[in-house]
């Protein structure tokens, strides 16, 4: 019983496209978050992630957010993603998280392109930390895409290889254009059911979050839609949270029932 009302659940979260999603990666044009924490994947492999060697998700400890964190442990072991739509002349915040234990260095390197793998337009940048005692530190700095850029490039590494032990763990590999206006909006409020609130701390968001997180995210379908809803919603937020009466009805018409729903279920869905 239990596991047919959280397919149709999911059937129905999915049919209104209204579930409120933090981001791991999505692109629109103008603007971008690649916040992987590497929820989504099959097995090792995470999604919008190229592995060479023995690189790979793992969802033992430690890990920073999340239940998943890319780990490598040797030389010449790297994670690519190639985003495409990245904007010209402009600058992006990029940031990690790095966990390094063992004499190696972790490093994340971010570069603008012309075309994915076509021509490299801006120097390499690296977030870099050797041994981070026991706990993860986050890494940040801005980088400016020349112009012609269309794409942008993130890689996870290790260097410094000389402890057989040693391992490099990443989390939350994020990059932005803090432009102002609708993209610090999204950055803040995510996606359509916030853009509807008109809060990002709704308590109704929280029944979304966790349902997501619970089932699906649990599943193949569910996570492919999750992909999906990442690229696609953006612009419906945009569009919904500059019309007070459109936010309305979303929230009143559609948002509203859900949550009530997903609470009047929630024993049968929730861990």
Not at 22 to 36: E, H, R
Not at 87 to 99: C, K, R, T
Not at 129 to 151: F, L, M, R, W
Not at 192 to 207: C, K, S
Request: hydrophobic letters at 45%; one cysteine or more.
């Amino acid at each position: 019983m239990g596991r047919y009302v959280r397919i149709m659940l999911a059937a129905l979260l999915i049919g209104t496209g209204v579930l409120v999603l933090l981001p791991f990666s999505y692109v629109v044009a103008g603007g971008m978050v690649a916040n992987q924490s590497f929820e989504q994947g099959e097995d090792e492999a995470p999604y919008g992630w190229e592995l060479t060697g023995n690189a790979a998700r793992v969802s033992t400890g430690p890990i920073y957010a999340g239940g998943w964190a890319a780990v490598i442990d040797e030389d010449g072991e790297t994670l690519t993603q190639w985003i495409e739509n990245a904007e010209a002349v402009l600058d992006y915040e990029i940031w990690g998280w790095i966990y390094v234990s063992g004499n190696v260095t972790g490093i994340i390197t971010v570069d603008f392109w012309e075309g994915q793998e076509g021509r490299q337009l801006s120097a390499t940048r690296m977030l870099f930390t050797n041994d981070t005692a026991g706990s993860y530190v986050q890494k940040t700095d801005t980088i400016e895409a020349p112009p012609g850029t269309t794409h942008l490039r993130i890689c996870l590494l290790g260097t410094g290889w000389s402890d057989g032990g040693a391992e490099v763990r990443f989390d939350e590999i994020g990059v932005w254009p803090p432009g102002g206006g609708f993209w610090d909006w999204l950055r803040d409020r995510c996606f359509i059911a916030t853009a509807a609130y008109g809060t990002e701390t709704a308590p109704e968001l929280d029944i979304l979050r966790d349902f997501r997180d619970q089932v699906l995210l649990e599943n193949t379908l569910g996570s492919r839609f999750v992909d999906v809803y990442y690229k696609l919603s953006p612009p419906v937020a945009n569009f919904i949270a500059k019309n007070d009466f459109l936010r309305a009805i979303v929230r009143e018409v559609l948002i509203d029932p859900l949550v009530n729903l997903l609470q009047w279920a929630q024993g049968l869905w929730r861990a």
